[in-house]
């Protein structure tokens, strides 16, 4: 599957994004999909996982209460709404889909399949 994710700017902080993700080439609803970030001179950490039909999701600690991954099956699209964000939260952010479509992992090495990764900047 061809992952591509878009969505990310320069936003103050406080400010919302909205992330998205589109999926083509294989059955969108066959993966379960995750949301990775990497900071400059850092490793790329998890952000958040959800399963195939969106009935199970996981946070990482540092964003949970402020960012919402949801997905549509039927447009091939994952999300990741970004509310009162901080600086700490500028990375590139890159989502990928894993094959057991009920999973919801926090290893990068579970992901099979990655995008090309979006730019987000937090100015304080």
């Known amino acids: 599957v061809q992952l591509q994710a878009f969505g990310g700017g320069l936003v103050q902080a406080g400010g919302s994004l909205r992330l998205s993700c589109a999926a083509s080439g294989r059955t969108f609803s066959n993966y379960a999909m995750g949301w990775f970030r990497q900071a400059p001179g850092k490793e790329r950490d998890f952000v958040a996982a959800?399963?195939?039909?969106?009935?199970?999701?996981f946070y990482a600690d540092s964003v949970k209460g402020r960012f919402t991954i949801s997905r549509e099956n039927d447009k091939n699209t994952v999300y990741l709404q970004m509310n009162s964000l901080k600086s700490e939260d500028t990375a590139v952010y890159y989502c990928?889909?894993?094959?057991?479509?009920?999973?919801?992992?926090?290893?990068?090495?579970?992901?099979?399949?990655w995008g090309q990764g979006t730019q987000v900047t937090v100015s304080s």
């Open positions: 959800i399963n195939w039909n969106g009935g199970s999701t």
């Open positions: 990928a889909a894993d094959r057991s479509r009920w999973s919801l992992a926090v290893g990068r090495s579970e992901y099979d399949y």
